[in-house]
C-alpha cells in the first residue's frame, strides 16, 4: 500500500507543465480501435488510468507501442472478446469500448464500467442512445449484451448532457448508416478533442463543442493523428495551489479558456493570478475572501474542481457554499478536511465553509481521484505532517504528481508502507 508523505507551508516556485487531459485521453484510446490502421496519439498522460486501457487493448490483441513521445496503436489483428470484468471495472472509460466495438462488429459484451465512487453513476442514456442507433441490448447481471443487424443514424435527445453518452454516441454513428443528431450534447473541450480524432481518420462530424452534434456515418476508417489538449482539471488543480501557496508559480501549458470559470472565480476571492496566451502565472494572497460556487455542465463550473475548490475555500475570510449538481456523492473529502481543523457543514449537496481556518497535518484518506487532490492542497497548507492513504485514486489521474510538487519546493513524497506483523 502506498502513501504521500507531506510537510506542510512551503512556498511554491517554478513551473508545473500540464500534462495530456485524462477525459480526452481515456476516451480517444477506444475510439482508436474504429480505424483498420495505425493511429498515433500524442500527449497522453502517463498516469494508471491509461495503463489500464492499454490492458484493454492488449487483451483485445491490439498492437500498442507506448514511449514518451507518443502511443501508437494498430488494431489491424483485432480480436472482439468480451473484457474482463477484473480489467473494466478498474476506470470508468472503459464504457467507451461498448460504443467503440458496437461501431465495428455490430456486437459486443461488456460489463457495467467502475470509477469513482461519487455518485450512482448510470449508463441508461449510452443505452438508451446505442438502441436508437439499432443495437438490441440485453442485460444479464453486471453484463451488457449489445446486438445489431445494421445500425442506422437518428435523431437522439440527451436528457441531460452527458459527457459519457455524447462521445460513446458519436463512436457509434461514427459507423452508421447515414445521418445522427445529438441534441443537448455535452460540450467539454475533451468531446471536441475526440471529434477532431475521429475527423482526422475519416469520419464526418461537426459541431462539437456545441450542444448540437452531426455525425455522418462513413465505412471505414483510416490511419489518424492526434495530439491530446491540455488537462483543464490538472491545471485547476495546480492554479488553485498556487493561489494558496504560490510565489510566482506558472502553470504551463495550458489553455486558459478551457480553465476560465475557476480563474473568474478564484480572481472573485481575490487570488492574484496573471493569464498568459498558454500559461498562468500564480502568487499567494494573504487575504482571500469567501465566494459562493455551483458545479455545472461546461462550461459551467466543473465539478471536478470543486473538492479540490473546497480546500481552498477553507482558506478564504467568511461563509462560502458548494453546491454539487451534478453527483450525489462527492463530498466524501470533507470529514477528512474537518479532521484537519476546516469548519464545514454538509446540507445534502450544499456544502458550507467558514473560513479562515487553520489547518494541522492529519491522517487522512483519499477515497476518490479528487478527494485526494483536495487532501493534497490540503496538507500543502497546513501545519505539519499528513499522510495520505488510497493514493492509488489520485495515480489515476494526476500524472507525476509527487515530481511536479516536489520540484518547485513542495516538501511531498511517496511510500510504499509496510503491514506490520506482531
Ligand atoms: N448521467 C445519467 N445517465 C447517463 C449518463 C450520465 O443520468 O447515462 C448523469 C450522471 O449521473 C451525472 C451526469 O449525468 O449526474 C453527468 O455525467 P457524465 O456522463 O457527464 O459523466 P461521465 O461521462 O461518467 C465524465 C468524466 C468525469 C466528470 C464528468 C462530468 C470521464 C471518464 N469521466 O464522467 O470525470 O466528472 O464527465 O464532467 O470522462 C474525474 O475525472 O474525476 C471524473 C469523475
Known amino acids: 500500500m502506498k502513501e504521500i508523505i507531506i510537510n506542510g507551508k512551503k512556498e511554491l516556485s517554478g513551473t508545473i507543465r500540464i500534462s495530456g487531459a485524462k ?7 477506444p475510439a482508436s480501435i474504429l480505424s483498420d490502421e495505425e493511429v498515433t496519439l500524442c500527449n497522453v498522460p502517463e498516469i494508471s488510468d491509461i495503463d489500464s486501457l492499454e490492458e484493454i487493448l492488449k487483451f483485445l490483441n491490439i498492437d500498442v507501442k507506448r514511449s514518451t513521445e507518443a502511443m501508437i496503436i494498430n488494431p489491424k489483428n483485432i480480436k472482439n472478446k468480451p ?24 456486437h459486443v459484451e461488456m460489463y457495467f464500467p467502475g ?10 442514456l449510452h443505452l438508451e442512445g446505442f438502441k436508437k442507433l439499432g443495437a438490441k441490448i440485453k442485460i444479464e447481471g453486471n453484463k451488457y449484451i449489445l446486438d445489431a443487424n445494421k445500425l442506422k443514424g437518428n435523431n437522439i435527445y440527451l436528457d441531460v448532457a452527458s459527457v459519457g453518452a455524447t462521445i460513446n454516441i458519436m463512436l457509434v454513428a461514427t459507423k452508421a448508416e447515414g445521418q445522427t443528431i445529438i441534441e443537448n450534447a455535452a460540450r467539454e473541450p475533451e ?59 506558472k502553470i504551463s501549458n495550458i489553455i486558459p479558456e478551457h480553465i476560465e470559470s475557476l480563474t473568474s472565480k478564484l480572481k472573485e476571492a481575490g487570488a492574484n493570478l496573471i493569464i498568459e ?25 466543473p465539478t471536478d474542481l470543486q473538492q479540490p475548490m473546497s480546500s481552498f475555500l477553507t482558506q478564504c475570510v467568511g461563509t462560502s457554499k458548494i453546491e454539487e449538481t451534478i ?32 489547518l494541522k497535518g492529519s491522517s487522512v484518506t483519499a477515497t476518490d481521484l479528487r478527494a ?32 511536479k510538487l516536489s520540484n518547485v519546493g513542495a516538501d511531498i513524497k511517496i511510500e510504499e508502507k509496510t503491514c506490520q506483523t506482531s
Open 372 to 403: 485526494g487532490a483536495a487532501l493534497v492542497i490540503a496538507g500543502l497548507i497546513a501545519d505539519g505532517k499528513t499522510t495520505i492513504t488510497g493514493v492509488e485514486h489520485i495515480l489515476r489521474g494526476y500524472e507525476g504528481i509527487i515530481e
Open 115 to 124: 470509477g469513482c465512487k461519487i455518485g450512482s453513476r448510470p449508463i441508461n
Open 277 to 301: 496566451e498558454d500559461s498562468i502565472i500564480c502568487k499567494r494572497h494573504k487575504n482571500l475572501k469567501a465566494i459562493d460556487i455551483r458545479t455545472y455542465y461546461y462550461p459551467g463550473f
Open 23 to 29: 477525459n480526452a485521453a481515456v476516451a480517444v484510446i
Open 191 to 249: 468531446i471536441v478533442n475526440v471529434a477532431t480524432f475521429l475527423n482526422n481518420m475519416g469520419a464526418n462530424i461537426t459541431g462539437a463543442g456545441t450542444s448540437v452534434i452531426k455525425i455522418r456515418g462513413v465505412k471505414q476508417l483510416k490511419k489518424g493523428f492526434i495530439e491530446i489538449i491540455p488537462d483543464r482539471i490538472e491545471a485547476g488543480t495546480y492554479t488553485i495551489i498556487g493561489s494558496l501557496i504560490g510565489k510566482n508559480l
Open 83 to 106: 473484457i474482463p470484468e477484473r480489467i473494466s471495472e478498474k476506470l470508468r472509460a472503459s464504457y467507451y469500448f461498448m460504443g467503440a466495438l458496437l461501431a465495428k462488429y455490430k
Open 327 to 358: 453527483y450525489e456523492n462527492r463530498f466524501m473529502h470533507i470529514p477528512y478536511l474537518k479532521s484537519m481543523g476546516a469548519d464545514i457543514g454538509i446540507k445534502n449537496n450544499l456544502a458550507i465553509i467558514k473560513g479562515k481556518t487553520h
